[in-house]
């Protein structure tokens, strides 16, 4: 998974970014590589603080056009957005999604805030729980 982004890279150095999928993703860095360093950081709190925390499906990424550029999502990441989008779909709540798997809300809420760490093992068995099935699958550029 990777979403398209427009770059624009001022005379300064700095590097502004946006996204036409997301488009409260908006950010300036001081170089190529701060934008390198922080993007996919960015990217998840934006997400995080845009869709999933107002109870929102995350936006899939679209195709890159010819003059963007990408972000690579990391899998464990990717896991959460899916894992997120099916409870959208699904219309389970965190209450709901804690008593369907027997986990407490506060761990259900750590197993899709897109800013915290858990083992993305933890989340395919949340999913499978649920009848959802998490498959992978490999892109050569």
Known sequence: MQYPVLI??????TVSVSSRDIPEFTGEF???EAFNDGAHDLLKETLEKSYRRDRLPIPMPSAKQEDESVIHVNLRTQ???LFWNALCDRHINLKRLSELTGTTPANAQRFVDLTKDCAIDRIEDLMAQLGIKLNLSVAVD
């Open 8 to 13: 624009v890279k001022a005379n300064d150095g």
């Open 30 to 32: 001081d170089s190529e």
């Open 79 to 81: 896991s959460k957005i």
